[in-house]
């Protein structure tokens, strides 16, 4: 079991030489001793990995990807004692994590009031807005009256899976992962991204319909950041391993309860409370980078 914190970088071109001089050279301004491992490349990415003595303050982290990033690569850092072959679970945020939209605000758009859901949206995610029951009942009640058909246009004319989605889910189901969706969205999307992607299991809010049309209400609980964790430790549980088995993936701070303690937490394209606070943070590789972190 390995006794040191692993650095690594993804990128989507070969990994430069300055880049581990760089790290090199501003871990020896920290007192750090940063050691090379291995260079290698994939199909699609190139990756490099570095072993280091000491635990990161998190000034120090955000200063390695800041020079990873003008590098042109991302970077992960893997706690010690953590085991990719024990990896059992991957668990999932839908909006802006694995799909390209943030549903309800293009739902919205449909009527005229995409502007002041997103505003709620947006807030929300940076974490200004503490309660997401609140706001989602908030924006769900300014979508009364808008047709059902409109879920399917946003399905059919919006909605795509981000780069490396359709490859992440391929080779964590090759793997034998249990492949959670939990999304603060709507079950007509996730139950169909389920579907097309092969997730084992989608969670997520269910919008009340009424004679063709959406009563800007939500039926049953609603999916929080504490649902969200919930949901992952029953996965676990089914799984017969603990929450450091699991991969999570999230973008706004809804998904920091799901995120912590798990064996890898990955910010996809996040909002910057969630960045700081993930052990990856992917702004240039795709998704399916992951796959390296537990190859």
């Given amino acids: 079991m390995p006794k040191h914190l692993t650095l690594v970088a993804l990128a989507n071109a070969p990994i430069p030489a300055e880049l581990n001089t760089a790290l090199i050279e501003h871990a020896k301004v920290l007192g750090l001793e940063l050691t090379p491992l291995l260079k290698s490349s994939h199909s699609k990415y190139f990756s490099?990995?570095?072993?280091c003595p000491h635990v990161l303050m998190p000034e120090a982290r955000v200063a390695m990807r800041d020079i990873a990033a003008a590098?042109?690569?991302?970077?992960?850092?893997?706690s010690p004692g953590f085991k990719a072959d024990e990896?059992?679970?991957?668990?999932?945020?839908?909006?802006?994590?694995?799909?390209?939209?943030?549903?309800?605000d293009e739902i919205a758009d449909f009527t005229g009031k995409k502007a002041a859901v997103s505003e709620i949206t947006e807030a929300t995610m940076r974490g200004e807005i503490k309660d997401f029951k609140e706001s989602l009942r908030r924006r769900v009640a300014l979508l009364a009256g808008v047709s059902a058909n409109?879920?399917?246009?946003?399905?059919?004319?919006?909605?795509?899976?981000?780069?490396?989605a359709i490859e992440l889910l391929a080779g964590a189901n090759a793997k034998g992962l249990y492949t959670l969706l939990v999304s603060g969205g709507f079950t007509f999307f996730t139950e169909k991204l389920q579907q097309e992607l092969g997730f084992k299991q989608a969670q997520a809010n269910t919008l009340e319909i009424i004679d063709g049309?959406?009563?800007?209400?939500?039926i049953g609980d609603i999916v929080d950041g504490a649902a969200k964790a919930a949901y992952l430790e029953q996965a676990c549980t089914l799984m017969n391993c603990q929450k450091k088995?699991?991969?999570?993936?999230?973008?706004?701070?809804?998904?920091l309860p799901m995120m912590h303690s798990s064996g890898i937490s990955i910010a996809y394209k996040a909002k910057p409370i969630v960045k700081e606070k993930?052990?990856?943070?992917?702004?240039?590789?795709?998704?399916d980078a992951a796959l390296l972190l537990i190859a």
């Fill in 71 to 78: 590098h042109d690569a991302d970077l992960a850092f893997l």
């Fill in 278 to 287: 993930a052990d990856a943070a992917f702004d240039r590789v795709g998704l």
């Fill in 48 to 51: 490099a990995r570095w072993s």
């Fill in 213 to 218: 049309k959406l009563t800007g209400k939500v």
């Fill in 150 to 164: 409109v879920l399917d246009s946003v399905y059919q004319e919006r909605l795509r899976p981000n780069p490396g």
């Fill in 245 to 255: 088995n699991a991969i999570t993936m999230g973008d706004g701070s809804n998904d």
């Fill in 87 to 104: 990896v059992k679970v991957l668990a999932m945020d839908m909006d802006s994590t694995l799909i390209n939209i943030e549903c309800i």
